[in-house]
């Protein structure tokens, strides 16, 4: 239901703006998680953004870092991420939360649709 692009191969200190996009409705009214997984491990929550992104919170290894926006012409989430680390190389998936402005939580099953994912390599 969700579709995430954006993710490459780039050089440590780069940038990358992931996007997430939805046919079937406004996204623009639900909470977006960005989420990150390696292979075998448990998902990790990176950002989330409330309803007309009202409120946002990170985890503390990309603050300062990441910045999640909306587009609402084109419908699209992004995930702007600067000075990215090797460590940061993930699968990454954005989610759709419930439909909310006052605050979200980058974890819990409150998040009901994701897409495939985009692959993020950070390597020299």
């Known amino acids: 239901q969700l579709v995430e692009s954006g993710g490459a191969l780039v050089q440590p200190g780069g940038s990358l703006r992931l996007s997430c996009t939805a046919s079937q409705y406004t996204l623009n009214y639900y909470t977006i998680g960005w989420f990150r997984r390696a292979p075998g491990k448990e998902r990790e929550g990176v950002a989330c953004s409330t309803g007309r992104g009202v409120n946002s919170n990170y985890t503390d290894s990309v603050k300062g870092r990441f910045t999640v926006s909306r587009d609402l012409l084109n419908n699209t989430i992004y995930l702007q991420m600067n000075s990215l680390k090797p460590k940061d190389k993930d699968i990454y998936y954005c989610?759709?939360?419930?439909?909310?402005?006052?605050?979200?939580?980058?974890?819990?099953?409150?998040?009901?649709?994701w897409g495939q994912g985009t692959q993020v390599t950070v390597s020299s």
């Open positions: 989610e759709r939360g419930p439909a909310v402005i006052g605050r979200c939580v980058r974890s819990g099953g409150d998040y009901d649709a």
